[in-house]
C-alpha cells in the first residue's frame, strides 16, 4: 500500500487563514496564534511561521517587538488582502473564527495584562512574580515566596480574575492618610 501524505493546503489559503485569524483575535503572539492553530489542527507550527514572514514581507500583517517576542496584526494591505480573496478562506474556518475568536480575543488580552512567572530558588522554594501591565508597562510587579509549586500555581491561576482588586486595595491601602 502506498504511503499517504496528509493533503497540505496552498500557501495562498495558508496565508489568508493566518490573516483572518489576525483579524478575528487581534493582535497577538506567535505562541498565542499557535495555541489557537493547533487547538482546531488548523495548522503546524513552521506553516504558521511561514505564513507570518510572508505577510509581513508583503506588508499585509506587522510584527512589533514586545517585551516577550513579537505581536503580530493585520495592516490595512492585510484587510484588502481578505476582501478580495477572503473567499478563499474555507467556510469552516471563517464561522469557527466567528464564533470563538471573541473569546480568544479577550484570552488574548488577559495573558497580555496579567502576567506571572514561576522559578525555583536555589533554596528549593517558589518564587511567583504577577505583573499587571498596560500598555507594556508594568503597572504593578509582586513578588511572592511561596513554599511548593502547587502553591505558585493556584495563586498564579487566581492571578487574572483578581488582579485589579489587588492593585486598587493596594494604591488604596498607600494613599490613605495617617490615624
Known sequence: MPLSLPKRPPDDEQRLVVLQALLRLGPCTELQLLTFMA???????????IALQDLCARGQAVRE?????????T??????????FG??????VK??????GPDWRRRFQQEDQYR???RQTERGEYELTLTVLEQDMDMLR??????TR??????????????????????????????
Open 75 to 84: 495592516t490595512e494591505a492585510g484587510r484588502e488582502a481578505l476582501t478580495l
Open 87 to 92: 473567499g478563499r478562506v474555507p467556510p469552516s
Open 116 to 118: 506571572h512567572e514561576i
Open 95 to 100: 464561522k469557527l473564527l466567528e464564533e470563538t
Open 39 to 49: 487547538e482546531y489542527d488548523l495548522m503546524n507550527y513552521f506553516d504558521m511561521m
Open 150 to 179: 502547587d502553591l505558585a500555581n493556584q495563586l498564579a491561576e487566581g492571578w487574572p480574575r483578581r488582579a485589579s482588586q489587588i492593585y486598587e486595595s493596594v494604591i488604596r491601602t498607600l494613599t490613605e492618610e495617617k490615624e
Open 142 to 147: 509582586l513578588s511572592l515566596t511561596l513554599p
Open 65 to 73: 517587538k514586545r517585551r516577550a517576542g513579537y505581536l503580530y496584526q
